[in-house]
């Protein structure tokens, strides 16, 4: 028996829908009958190339038959850096539970505040972990164990902290800067003979790590978006000439902003870093919006808070862990907006609203959380095993270890040409591009 | 440079954890350290073997350069079938939008009460659908155009039904039952030298259709559930020798059990169709009970609804669509383990949850929405191209396209050596069996 | 200047709404023009005739200029009873924070499980409390302290148990029996002449107490069941023929069942114990689901566990704590629902749901924790100051001190000539009486 | 039988509570024993006296037997004026709903974007309403009908257009400035002799109108504001001394504030317009800051959009509708706060929340819901009954006519001295004044 992908016959119309059917254009393109995946993805990590993967075959993660820790010697560690995502509690929580019951470590510990409660200089004492303490700490936001962020570079006291504890076991759960710190201190570790495993938990709220299809607590950030979203569109639709606008985090990618545009269903204009966008000019931003208002009265304007940072004269400031420091886009398009409507005596009411930390320290809804105690549990299991300089990340679906350092030699973007943002433009019904010519 | 799986070193200790390694002995199994995934799993549905995937290699979803059908000439009729999922609306509105909008075809109808819309006894008109009128109903739950089960062996009325009205696409929203409906429809319009267009969007709460990870309002489901389980939590907890039972549904498979225990963390024992367990006996569920209550004081048991059928003796009755009609497991575990209790004299308080339909009815959350809106834009996509007996699946993250009589010829059940049942053994710390040998 | 209520003129027509003009006719009033209710209600507990109030003025709650209790003397327990409720844990902790952080008391406890906690066959010692351990209790349903039915009655004990401890501060956190076993406690601890102070702090899912316009809790548990509600339309709605049936909490009164049905607005009829109906004849319930059926396909019912109950051959059973065994009305009405159609072979879907303890094991809404944090905090400053056998209880808007014995004398029950009865009809639609004569 | 308050004795302590035992003092009082509320509220508007109440005594709302208008020949008009607020469509919806249903008016409109909706210059046609448009409105928040500010001002076109629309029934849903509007419409009205009924809702979401103990909405969008304060509070506690700021709603008077305070727990300062403080200074908001921080490493501080105005230096700026322009107080705390820590060289890690519109742009919750169903019908009956320039509010938890005269002539506000801000007091244990002397 055959199965077949039925088709009625030639086709034979142009689409109607503007894509491109060509690669590096810039806008997206359309997909070609011979485009596919395969069904089944399992391979072998074959035992000559062991470890040399390149990407090319990811390992898969779980629990492993022989242990490479005797569970009583075991001190595990686990610290918690940079800013806040929805989720944090449960994979701390999930972390300590599997050690515990299932592997039978009783000497867990939490580092306060990120990196810093390695260092001498802030005299904070690493916190005893348990069930008992942990059992209930997912149902808060936030993490237990406090964060902050850098710091990821003081090396040897780090290390020298995490011996004088006796500590063999660490769990890092991060994003980009706090990774590539682990991998230094994997790297040490290495260097020094030590019998350490550092294993870490990839968090980025904005979604923009690479070799990892979804990052804890983004759905949770993205369902408390959406709300900001359509408490915008719900003012900019009940007042003459509304125009609701709603910054949203992001700084390098735009995934927030086009997974709230897509989840409300309500928003007209999504601005993202990855795609650049003129203000004025013929195929502007402002004449769209005058289109827009003048058709239909209201719009709403979703913007990511790295997008458009061309629009701004660069002073090239960069804050104390060496981000470079984002213009005010928010505010810069609120007063735009505002300007080029007094100049032509045109009336609007624009309503801003940023929804900020509100969306990143809530707990994690049911979703993520089984996420996050999936990520914590596997985490436990490569580093008994004796995994290290590895992430706890999910690709196609499964979880599997990816050598820190292939994740983060580089970042995740929204493809403009990509599925996504074709079904972004489909969903707002936007130009597929506001730059003039 | 090389990314490598670093290991500290030889891992020879045999791991407590209780699991198997090796494969077909109903536990779960270890993994092995060459066990991997391919992380590029794009590949050519080759010209030559076009249509012959066998699964092998599924076609990418998506518009096309050419289209089939001329935008004018297209009716499209949408129907909905089945019990309610969330998500139906945000469905029926992507399909009308993505028409409308993105093609410009400006006839398209809801079909009312599922294929009975489609037979002249029930007197049902089609409905007229276009913008103003679906853009908000994602907001509700259910569905716009109402729904029913069976009848979709009446093949030639609905075929006449469908040529009476000029319909030339039919997008089927439905599960296993309703897509086999669809297979039949699309067979029977092929044999005939129709131009019609049949696709279908699966839908199934249960999560129990193959190929597609993730069927839509699951997760919303599943969400909500988790509310019952917590309550069932609270309520055992906070009084003397309590029992929480919370029947959830799944009849053949126990996702929704087996995902709300994960999402909650409060639950002793999830019981569900794929595993077999005894009721009594040294190693039966109400030993376990005795033990958990001795020992805690409170239990929680999640079970679905077609769990444990075998303990009943059976009647083999069916309901009118031939569904085998099942026992009603919930009540049935709670009068045995009361009468347990009574039996021995001893106090227990048993508090049982039934939350029945209110974990199908309501809107879907904004994750369930934003995918429910690539299902329906790209089923329109897939339609307008040509492709017929097809559904639109999500498989390794991606959409597809999947030949109907493939993805009806088999269901998906939780593999009881796979990893979800590990974890949820894992996060329950039940029995990994509770059959008497 | 006048401030005066204009009419337009004389008002002559006779209003199309059936209600009655005079009283103790099972049906709903008219409003008189002279009916009002005085703006201030200030009032002087008189000197003289202090202590009997007899209801008439009802004395303010709030913290006294002197205490009675040297702080550092004071040993306060808290107990709480009966089934849960929304905001037991703020109340908790309301008291454990206002005593430790006001008053300076630092040595508070903690009665698990009800009475049963001051009695020595359970061999419950008490939980000492402290703001350290309640501070985030208010966050989960239920209560820390556990809780349980009965044993009010075991005087003797109780006090025996709380003057080996040196509790000189009781708080009960109870419904109707709970409050007259303090009330009992209190009368024993006056005979014996002990300077023991006995508070109350009512509980009442059913808001069914006298003397009490608003019970904790009340709120959440309908924001609860208006979910069910709107999940029994959708279901309902969505099928053929279909009837959506909803249980509701409320043995002897119909509250939760009539805010439920005013806070969604799908119901089509709402069965309490207040207002009996018949099932059978041309007035009975059935006739009217017939006609609504047949003009607009479905149907919502909603119904009170404790309506109808003269609709079954009454065998008079009580549960252990003496309570009426009420009848499962609502599996009956499904019954009878799907029996009356099945004799007509006319089609119906009836979708029932019972959430259960779904309603009132969850955390307070923010509304329910500011009432239950100053219901808490008026508890203690009465207590500080030596009040006893009072309760804390909101009337007109204000906290006031209510004689326990005066607010168990009499249950509240929805007054079927009253507003709220009269909104219901309104908001429903139904029939004013389902009686036939 | 006596119902006595009872007391162990006489209270002689002082007690630790430090509040005042004497009025005007700005410092909340004591409560005296002899200070209570009538039990029985009822009253009679004596025949004689009748429309003369001067607010002593309120007259029931609700049906009356006998109405004035003749339902056929009834056109009634709805507008809705000023922000939004949760409930809005609620409103509309009862007002429709029961003058259809239980008066059988079927001629009712409703007015675009507020007053101006009945100008000519806007050109905005009358909105035709009835069962089957405003059904489903109140899921969505905002308002069916549009809202804007002011134009009440301009009584001859508004009353030229009741009277070429032959509307003799107008429901102003709105605030102050609002009901002011409809007061001079209705005095306009009754000096030309017109039979037009003029009935207010009032709407505000600050609470701050007076002869109303609670504003429709009010409940729902301190939940939502209760919310950003929970994610300040995680965010500042999870960093290293974090200071967590939400400013919130509340030009005048800082209910929401103050409730959002009472509904969390978690903050520590709480700025409202009715109290003044002092930033600097030994008894300023950053002394007491400094104290927090050095103790407990984090703070939570909400803050009134109309507090500390007095902080600025005045400029007496006026937005178009006359609203005395307010300085930005949030982003002044933020950058104050900043500023303070720098010039002391010492690390703060400042968390800015202005959740904004997020607090009014959503749909009521079921409480508010309830209410606002209430509110809409009691206004139709009123209105059909012939009363005019009257507000519907809720005083002593009755729904009564107040006229608006009465209503507009003064403002409410949190009294420092009464008992809400006693309890934000205790329980934020912010000091009882931050004024140096």
New interface residues.
């Given amino acids: ?17 503007d ?1 491109s ?1 060509r690669d590096h254009t810039d806008r997206s393109d ?18 000559r190339c ?22 009583s010697q075991v001190h595990a560690a686990i610290v918690t850096c940079g800013g ?1 995502s929805p989720g944090l509690n449960d994979v701390i ?1 999930a972390i300590v539970m ?1 050690l515990w ?4 470590v009783q000497k867990i510990s939490g580092v306060r ?1 990120g990196y ?1 409660g390695f260092l001498p200089e802030f005299g904070l004492s690493l916190m005893e972990l348990k069930p008992t303490i942990v ?2 700490i ?6 237990l164990l ?3 962020r850098g710091y990821g570079d003081r090396l040897s006291d780090i290390i020298e902290c995490i011996c004088r504890n006796k500590i063999n076991m660490l769990f890092t759960i991060g994003g980009d800067g706090t990774q590539k710190g682990a991998q230094r201190i ?1 790297e040490e570790i ?1 260097r020094r003979g030590l ?3 550092v294993v870490g938990i990839p968090k980025t709220i904005d979604n923009d790590l690479s ?1 990892m ?1 979804k990052s804890f607590g983004f ?1 949770t950030a ?2 408390k978006a ?3 979203v ?3 569109h ?2 900019a ?4 000439r509304g125009v609701g606008i709603v910054k949203l985090m992001g700084r390098q990618s735009g995934f927030i902003a086009a ?2 545009a ?4 309500d928003v007209n204009f999504v601005l993202v870093p990855e795609v650049p966008f003129d203000l004025d000019g013929p195929n502007g931003l402002l004449t769209h919006l005058d289109l827009r208002l003048d058709r239909r009265n209201h719009a709403v304007i979703v913007v990511a808070e790295g997008a458009g940072q061309d629009l701004f004269v660069d002073d090239s400031q960069t804050d104390a862990s060496g981000n470079k420091k984002l213009h005010d886009i928010g505010i810069f398009l609120r007063d735009r907006i505002q300007d080029h409507y007094a100049a032509q005596k045109r009336e609007v009411n624009v ?8 969306i990143r ?2 707990a994690a ?3 993520d ?2 996420f996050c ?2 990520l914590g ?1 596997n985490a436990v ?1 490569a580093a ?7 992430l706890i990340s999910q ?7 990816v ?1 820190i ?2 994740a983060v030699s580089r970042r995740n973007f929204i493809d403009p040409e990509g ?1 996504l943002w ?2 972004v433009i ?2 707002t ?1 936007q130009p597929r591009s506001m730059k003039n010519f």
Same sequence: chains 1, 2, 3, 4.
């Fill in positions: 028996m055959d199965f077949k992908i039925l088709t009625l016959g030639q086709a034979l119309i142009r689409s109607p829908i894509l059917a359309y997909v070609r009958d011979d485009q596919g995946i395969l069904y089944d993805i399992s391979a072998d990590v074959c035992s062991k470890g040399q993967s390149r990407g090319d075959v990811l390992e898969l993660a779980g629990p492993r038959e022989k242990i490479y820790f005797e569970p806040l929580r599997c019951y299932r592997y039978g505040f810093r059992e209930d997912h149902d808060e936001g936030g993490t406090g964060s902050s994997g290495r019998k350490i495993a070799f299809e759905e993205v369902s959406v709300e900001a359509q408490g915008a719900v003012e639709h009940d007042t003459i997974h709230a897509l989840g409300s269903s309503k801003y609203i940023d929804p900020s930390y509100i320290s809530l809804n049911p979703s959380s089984i105690a999936r549990s299991h008994m095993a004796g995994k290290t300089e590895i690709v196609h679906g499964q979880l599997v270890h050598p350092q292939l599925p074709r079904d489909d969903a019904g």
